[in-house]
């Protein structure tokens, strides 16, 4: 049951990532969508900049576009100041950036910006929505993670284990294996780590995304799901005990499918999400169905994280090419998580 | 430059395929959807089904469809016969086969009528459209080829290696490696395999699809295509270098492509066929995007072939409810194909 609270929701923190690529500008497009949203289709969640005002007064200049920035003190204020202009918590960068051209100098400010933006979340923010990183201007600058997730999860508590999603209007797929090289993610495979994401991703499924009985369907890894064994052994050693287990607890998980039979369109209407076994098996039938629209969903976290599925695209930086899509949907989806999460009803 | 022929195109030769599968069931559909085509919007090619008369009249009963069957002398008999029944060169079976229930009594039957099609092509026939085999049965019954492809290749002559394409009408795709194991994919993908496969595809492209100047995007492996080798050695190692020899014979080829980048609908409008690297790279987008419509196209052969993208689909045999529009797709196809061929324009 949800219930409307009396206090009006908590702005979205909202990081720049990479000050050199496109955060900047999808940002500045999100918040004059925002303002079109509130007069044509609905309101766009309120949210707040946690990053350089200088950078995002100039960026705007460079695009031509008109977005009042107005530096404020918290993220409290933010509200006040929405419909005006967009609000920022003013972290000064190293240096001015330029577009397109990333310096390992401000990457100290970009990850202080991510460790302010978590701080905030559940207190001051309802949801983080976090720009595009460059992963190798951060490691040149000293930064020691694999990633923005294991980042946030190590920010978040010692045993936090993330676990990615990506949303799209066709489809929810969880990768079981992410940034592995095709041979170590099938030599890695196991049924523990399906299991583990499995249980993550249905307890997401009910808290976060309102759905009360999820259907859970997991991909085979081998063409035709290994053909009873003839076409690869990971689908009975693996695989199927995997789908046992989560059965077992009372999840609602069929498979292994046949990989190329779980996206076609009559089977995607029979789950709320798909386990995948690797990468491009999630990631190739998210972005052939809805390239603009996916969002980059963190489960696991102790608050709600989602981030735009595209990167930096420095070459873009800038130039007023770069599209605000697949942010907005990430910031509509974070508010609507964190709506659920606290008990709300989605804006 | 094209010229129309005085004589009619020749009919299509049609297998059955699996007599106890949904083969004969598509085939009288799509038989009566040709009657429909000639008034409605454009004729479906002619097609004359080598394979048992019997079945098929006994089929047409059972699904309370009126098609009146009709056995020919030869192929060229099928022309004047197919507006008023469908042709039969009739060759019995050893039993009555039973919808649902393949057995291997008639496995020899199912061989020799494929043989027999691929006799007729290119003297009476115009090309070959296969319906699904079920390897099992045919297994039990002695068949010692892989799949229906080998044996064709086989039919063809010593030397004949056959590329795989799926083409649908968003897509067309060609898998390097095909029915294998994931983990032995990726263990046996060779540059020597895929510059074979590109030169075959765009051969075909000019030859049977009228493309004169073929662009081939050939994916990665590993997710992002390796980041430079980050994430997997496959990309330099093996599939840069293909791409290199491709474009060094005089061929449009890019990549390596990112795979979860190659199938957005941006990309897909910058090639004219994907080289995938194994199965489901390939079958997970065409699916997703294309279910009913794919097509299997046999390339390398010395006579079109091309056959439904589905199955036996053994549980719905004889019931109604298997939809012929892969068959018809497939019909459809190999006639432009050998069309182009022979130098005429596709009807």
Redesign the interface.
Known sequence: MTVQANAPPLPLAITLGEPAGIGPDIILSAWLQAGLDARRRGRLPTFVVVGDGELMTSRARKLGLTVPIRCVASAAEAASVFADALPVLHRPLARPPHAGHPTPANAPAVVAAIEEAVSLVETAAAALVTGPVHKKTLYDGGFAFPGHTEFLAALSGPDVRPVMMLAGAALRVVPVT???????A??ELSTEAIVFAGNVTAAALVRDFAIAVPRLAVAG????A?EDGA????EPDIIAPAVARLQASGIHAVGPVP????????MRDRYDAALCM????A???????D?DGGVNVTLGLPFVRTSPDHGTALDIAGTGAARPDSLVAAMRLASAMAARRAGRAPA
Do not use: S, W
Request: without cysteine; hydrophobic residues 45%.
């Open positions: 992410v940034h592995r090289p095709l041979r170590a099938v030599a890894l081998n063409p035709h290994g076409l690869g052994r990971e990989p190329d039979a779980l996206f076609t369109p009559a690797y990468h491009d098996q990631l190739i039938p998210l972005k052939a169905l390239f």
